[in-house]
């Protein structure tokens, strides 16, 4: 979907179109020179506003945090710290199930996004006015890890081409993987971000972190 290629070219318009892409066909597919088709203008011009591929890999993080930050500043935080910051985290992984390609892509950047920065203050300032320390808070971002962001790392990634079926010669020296892999369905039609990531894994997970959180709160 190419945009208008009458309107002028800025660094939001740039980025906006970058993401646009790599929604349609996924984050591969940015590259400068798609990027300038999509904007119906000459590669050479994406300069004046990016200084190169990685420029616009930054800047989409940026957007997309942005996103975030619009999402959760719409919430109404109640005076229970563990509802509003399970609110918070929901908001954002409703960001995320947007931007397929983006919880990648964040894991990669060196450089912190402002925008990713100003959701974490915030964040520190609910789970502080819910009184925690900040000693306590510091150990709950690193038991959230990406969680808190909304999104969370998969143990395994078949979507690599790798198969996820346990090999015949090794099932009867694995009893109890096999159990637990017999009565659970492992290939969910219906997974969000990542393979056996959906919604209700996602929440069992916070909720878990959460209510642990809350019992070393009041300690």
């Avoid at 800025?10 to 970058?18: D, H, I, M, N, Q």
């Avoid at 590669?43 to 591929?53: D, E, F, Q, T």
């Amino acid at each position: 979907m190419t945009t208008d290629a009458r309107m002028p070219l800025s660094r939001e318009r740039v980025l906006r179109a970058a993401v646009g892409l790599a929604d349609e066909h996924g984050l591969r597919a940015l590259t400068m020179r798609r990027l300038a088709e999509e904007l119906g203008a000459e590669a050479m011009s994406l300069y004046y506003h990016v200084a190169k591929k990685e420029d616009v890999l930054d800047g989409i993080v940026d957007v997309v945090a942005g996103e975030i930050n619009e999402a959760v500043g719409r919430i109404e935080a109640g005076p229970d710290w563990k509802t509003a910051v399970r609110e918070r985290i929901l908001a954002a992984r409703q960001v995320f199930l947007r931007h397929r390609w983006a919880p990648g892509l964040f894991e990669t950047r060196s450089s912190t996004s402002t925008e990713v920065l100003r959701y974490f203050d915030a964040l520190v300032g609910l789970m502080r006015n819910g009184g925690f320390s900040y000693d306590l808070v510091h150990h709950a971002l690193h038991a959230l890890g990406s969680r808190a962001l909304g999104f969370s790392q998969e143990l395994f990634d078949p979507s690599a081409g790798e198969s996820a079926d346990v090999p015949v010669d090794l099932v009867w020296q694995l009893p109890n993987l096999v159990g637990m892999l017999s009565e659970i369905a492992h290939d969910d039609p219906h997974s969000t971000l990542g393979w056996c990531d959906d919604q209700a894994e996602f929440e069992f997970g916070l909720d878990v972190i959460l209510d642990g959180l809350d019992r070393l709160r009041t300690q």
